[in-house]
């Protein structure tokens, strides 16, 4: 009965967004503000419909109803609760119901939002209507979770190791809020363009849901990368796999976008690249969708769909995007700003990142179709991997982070370059310093990785020095500094600490990928393999049942190889899984400040003794932990941001006389 | 008694996971240090044939360690990365190697976003250049319309 | 079924309601702000931010004067006569037209896409149903009727027997042998369990006789000579090594138990005729 609610409330989500999209239109071309608001508020209830459907299709997992095919493919009684819950949305139907839930609830917001125009408003909610209505057609008629068995099988099917695991359980969710984000922006963007007005009011509705998207998009992919990581046993942590590209396209464009919203917000230039932006990034998230799921790219995320859905979202995809590319073109011109601004100015620089960040986007698109494309055209197969995106677009994003750390110090409208850079010269000298120290004291020596390492330097000291520059710091007593920086709006530690958060992912990154070592041995109890500075001991192994699974766990002790600091004990696991027959590994991690040694325990064998042995991976990865902290880091920068002022603004009904004062 | 209840579920877990892959013997790294080193670089550029897009460095697949012991040996008899390269291409095709070749085929795909940044970035640049003259400040009149529009009573409302 | 009726008709009535009070509010939105009025406030709002941004720093004396001079000019070049907001007359009839046929577009597309009136199959309701009645059940089914009641007594040797019979029946034989260890690891007697136990590692390991198989066939033989299933694999066992004295000690029970017509007798004499000659030959 709940799952045919379920099934029920789906369908009048789907009916109540036709409705809200057919009402808004109308509204808006009769400019009737009644029809207007019952508009709104039905994409509030379409939201709540779809509530109630998700959360009858959880309960559907949670007490196993094999009857549902859905939970049947992707569920089974021995599942730990919490992993059966996240069975929901791990599988192609659930995720759509999810992206459909955060659509229509993002749509609701929107429409609950006060202070916009009344066109404005009623555009973008008719156009979030339609993408809701295209998005719940498509999970209703094509990819319905609720779909029944008359015979309920006894067992569920699945019991994927991989996807028990917390940090892939809210990976998605977090993912999905990103993406969707995007498509308020999107919504906005058209309503702009048929409303043929982009000014600083609009730019103050478009930059808090870029930011919130992106930074959204910011912890969910570094949560899948971190997954990656201690997960799949490899040390790796990006491996430009075409479905992380397709997560990184629209992370790409939502950081350009919500730079390009600030100069709009501030200023109003920057109009045409605004709208631009907000169409593309929410483009590239359904590229996204389309692309995971289509059967298109050979990758281990992909959901696995007959093509013929895919062809569907690859419709829905054209047909939204398309369309709101033609409106661009037609009105462009219409909606040029007049705001003008010096080339070497906050403006400029911002123009030049939205340059930079927009290529980087076309050169990873590039790079993961390319291959289809040419397959497609000329028959001809190719792979397209890390080498050929650290060639291309590595390059490009160094120059950008080079150029970055000078645009907090440049005014708007005209910026003092040589006065910037005079400013920054200190940073420049440490960060060269850093690099030349760094080229000198690690072992093996490596020209380029010790570049790297400055430009981190260069990025986390610029960000440091914006923020003494700000402040007074060793110019002014400590007091006025100390209240300087309290009276320092939170955007401007936002953009300290997100610039620097790049910073510190880019040391990380450069520093593990360049100075990590791996060593690998067959290991009799008692043995020990060393790799870099560490070295690890086989104490033992012992066989351990888990719910549903057994595993060969290893205890192993970890120490340096010329033996100070403290040993550690790591556990590494090899888990069974007999329902399926997988195989996974738990790795055994030690975190030694910020360097982790990783530890993985492997096949059973035998020594040529004749004792049993266990192949014993261990890597060392030195300032791992700054990969992850680096976008933590980006992402609380956003945070802080988007606190900022926006409570303080107050425009309700009642505040018409209010003028705001300034400082 | 325990341990041969131990034994045994050692044993299904060796016999089951021997159905689920067959027995690979650990990898054997070159004893040269250097020309270890070559092979793991080249590891990461070559692709695990049967696996969806990883290396043979990083794949656990039979295939992807026949692969690495056919390098290492290549390694030691002295070829050349190129003539390794060349050799893996001639066997699997342009698909075994992550770096796409560099053809005319793949010209968009190598030089497209260069040539992008530089096209995009002169076109700023031009546009840069014809800057339109400085907006002169407003006026008394206009700074009083904007003045009384703004802070406009109900009356002079209307535009 | 009632009460599915009673909630599905409960939500579209919720629906309708809240489009109704939204349709309603936006009849407020006429007295509340217009569009002229947000006009005013972003434009106060906007020269505002860009007196914020002289103070601070970010914008020298020139600069300033000149965006301001565009931002007034383009503030007084927007303003627009008010686009009327009218209420038609009926425009509430209309947002009831609109609910109602969504509530009847909504119904007639779940009779089609749903299975109105399908109860509900959680888990436990199922297998409590299987429990009330044994007889007529699949073994899988069985299975997960033991399985139960194992979670609930994990000490009751009779329950993991069974249980392990019944996932041997409906194919998890991996499942079986787990079964069987845990009820032998209670009593490890029982060897009847032991010949199972073997039986199901020789199925997970698709008819291959490994070595924990051939363990525990000889602990089953050990407690009980008369495990002719078990005597059968061991014979087997020792066939495929070449071990032909083993094989016919294994079989030899077996084929004086077995009726002298009884297929399985010629098969069972054929193998060890064929051993022998092997034996002899080498």
């Known amino acids: ?663 | ?159 | 079924m009632t009460i599915f009726w009673i909630l599905t008709a409960a939500l579209t009535a919720l629906a309708a309601l809240l489009v109704l009070t939204g349709a309603r509010r936006g009849a407020g939105h006429i007295s509340g702000m217009s569009e002229t009025e947000t006009d005013r406030l972003s434009g106060a709002r906007e020269l505002a931010e860009l007196d914020r941004m002289k103070a601070r720093g970010l914008l020298d004396e020139a600069g300033w004067k000149s965006a301001r001079a565009e931002a007034g000019r383009r503030i007084l070049a927007a303003r627009r006569a008010e686009g009327a907001l009218s209420v038609g007359a009926r425009d509430g009839l209309w947002v009831l037209v609109g609910v109602g046929a969504t509530a009847a577009v909504a119904l007639a597309l779940y009779f089609g896409i749903g299975r109105p009136g399908m109860l509900d199959q959680p888990y436990q309701k199922r297998v409590a149903e299987w429990a009330a009645k044994p007889e007529a059940l699949e073994p899988a089914q069985v299975a997960a009727v033991m399985n139960a009641v194992v979670r609930e007594k994990p000490d009751d040797v009779m329950a993991l027997s069974m249980l392990g019979a019944a996932r041997f029946e409906a194919g998890d034989a991996v499942g079986a042998a787990s079964a069987f260890r845990r009820a032998l690891a209670i009593a490890p007697d029982n060897a009847q369990n032991w010949a199972r136990l073997g039986e199901s590692l020789v199925r997970t390991s698709e008819g291959r006789i490994g070595a924990d198989a051939e363990a525990a066939f000889r602990e089953a033989v050990k407690r009980d000579a008369n495990q002719l299933g078990a005597r059968y694999f061991l014979g087997e066992a020792a066939l495929a090594r070449g071990d032909v004295a083993e094989g016919e000690r294994m079989w030899g029970p077996i084929l004086r138990v077995l009726e002298p017509n009884d297929p399985r007798r010629p098969e069972l004499e054929q193998l060890l005729a064929e051993a022998r000659a092997k034996g002899d030959k080498s």
């Open chain 2, 1 to 159: 008694m325990r341990r041969m209840l131990t034994l045994g579920l050692l044993a299904a877990l060796v016999a089951t996971t021997a159905l689920a892959e067959p027995a690979v013997g650990p990898d054997r790294p070159l004893a040269d240090a250097a020309q270890e080193a070559r092979a793991r670089e080249l590891f990461t550029d070559i692709r695990c044939v049967v696996c969806q897009h990883e290396a043979i460095a990083d794949s656990p697949a039979a295939i992807a360690a026949d692969m690495r012991a056919l390098v290492r040996e290549q390694i030691a008899e002295g070829q050349s990365d190129e003539a390794i390269r060349r050799d893996l291409v001639r066997r699997y095709g342009d698909y075994v190697l992550f770096t796409p070749p560099f053809r005319w085929g793949t010209l968009v795909l190598w030089l497209g976003p260069f040539l992008l940044a530089i096209g995009a970035g002169t076109a700023l640049f031009m546009r840069a250049r014809r800057r339109k003259p400085e907006e002169a400040a407003l006026d008394e009149r206009e700074e009083a319309e904007l003045d009384a529009w703004i802070k406009a009573d109900d009356e002079s409302g209307q535009a």
């Open chain 1, 1 to 663: 009965m709940i799952v045919e609610l379920g099934s029920f409330a789906l369908i009048l989500s789907l009916v109540l967004s036709v409705l809200g999209a057919v009402m808004a239109t109308w509204g808006r071309i009769q400019r009737r503000p009644v029809i207007a608001g019952a508009a709104s508020a039905a994409m509030l209830a379409s939201a709540l419909a779809i509530v109630v459907a998700f959360a009858a299709l959880v309960f559907a997992y949670v007490t196993s109803d094999f009857s549902v095919a859905n939970v049947a493919a992707n569920s089974h009684t021995d599942k730990p609760m919490f992993y059966k819950i996240a069975g929901a949305w791990g599988n192609h139907e659930g995720s759509l119901l999810l992206w459909c839930l955060v659509l229509t609830a993002f749509g609701a917001v929107l429409g609950l939002s006060r202070g916009l125009p009344f066109g404005l408003k009623t555009s973008a909610v008719a156009v979030q209507a339609v993408l809701s209505t295209m998005f719940l057609s498509f999970a209703a008629f094509t990819s319905n979770p609720f779909n029944r068995l008359l015979e309920a099988p006894v067992q569920g099917r699945s019991l994927n190791p991989l996807l028990q695991d917390p940090a892939l359980a809210i990976h998605p969710p977090l993912l999905y809020m990103g993406y969707v984000g995007f498509s308020v922006c999107f919504s906005l963007a058209v309503a702009a363009l048929i409303e043929k007005r982009v000014d600083p009011a609009w730019g103050r509705w478009v930059r808090p849901w870029a930011l919130a998207s992106w930074a959204l998009l910011t912890v969910g992919i570094g949560l899948g990368s971190f997954w990656a990581y201690y997960e799949l046993g490899w040390g790796g942590w990006w491996f430009w796999d075409p479905v992380e590209n397709a997560s990184f396209l629209p992370w790409l464009a939502g950081a350009a976008l919500l730079h390009s919203a600030i100069v709009t917000e501030r200023r109003g230039a920057l109009a045409g690249w605004t709208v631009f932006l907000s169409i593309l990034a929410f483009t590239f998230s359904m590229l996204g969708a389309f692309l995971v799921r289509s059967g298109v790219l050979t990758s281990v995320h992909a959901f696995a769909v007959d093509p013929e859905r895919g062809m569907m979202l690859l419709a829905i995809l054209g047909i939204a995007s398309g369309a709101a590319f033609v409106l661009f073109a037609l009105r462009a011109p219409a909606i040029r700003s007049m705001a003008t601004f010096a080339p070497v100015s906050r403006e400029g620089m911002l123009v030049l990142n939205n340059l930079f960040l927009t290529t980087a986007a076309v050169t990873v698109l590039l790079g993961t179709l390319y291959p289809l494309l040419l397959e497609a055209t000329t028959g001809a197969t190719i792979s397209v991997g890390p080498p050929y995106f650290n060639a291309v677009f590595a390059p490009l994003m160094a120059v950008a982070c080079v150029i970055l750390p000078a645009g907090p110090f440049l005014a708007w409208k005209r910026g003092d370059l040589k006065g910037a850079l005079q400013r920054l010269r200190f940073a420049a000298l440490l960060a060269v310093a850093g690099a030349g120290l760094a080229f000198v004291l690690f072992d093996p020596k490596k020209a380029l990785a010790a570049a790297g390492i400055g430009l981190g330097l260069w990025l986390i000291l610029g960000a440091i020095f914006e923020v003494a520059e700000r402040t007074r710091a060793m110019r002014a007593p400590l007091a006025e500094t100390l209240r300087r920086g309290r009276n320092l709006p939170l955007g401007a530690w936002g953009m300290a600490l997100a610039h620097a958060g790049l910073g510190v992912f880019i040391l990380g990154a450069v520093v593990e990928t360049g100075f990590k070592v791996e060593a690998a041995r067959a290991l009799p109890l008692k043995g020990e393999v060393a790799a870099g500075p560490w070295k690890v001991r086989l104490d033992e192994v012992n066989i351990v049942e888990g719910p549903n699974y057994l595993a060969e766990q290893g205890k192993l002790t970890v120490a340096r190889a010329d033996g100070r600091g403290r040993e550690k004990t790591v556990t590494a696991e090899r888990r069974f899984f007999p329902a399926g027959g997988q195989t996974t590994t738990e790795v055994g991690l030690d975190f030694r400040g910020l360097d982790d040694v990783y530890v993985v325990m492997g096949e059973r064998g035998q020594t040529e003794a004749g004792e049993q042995s266990w192949v014993v991976r261990l890597y060392w990865n030195p300032w791992a932990r700054l990969i992850f902290l680096g976008p933590l880091m980006m992402a609380l920068g956003g945070l802080v941001s988007l606190l900022d002022r926006r409570l303080r603004v107050g425009a309700g009904p009642g505040a018409r006389r209010r003028k705001e004062v300034g400082a």
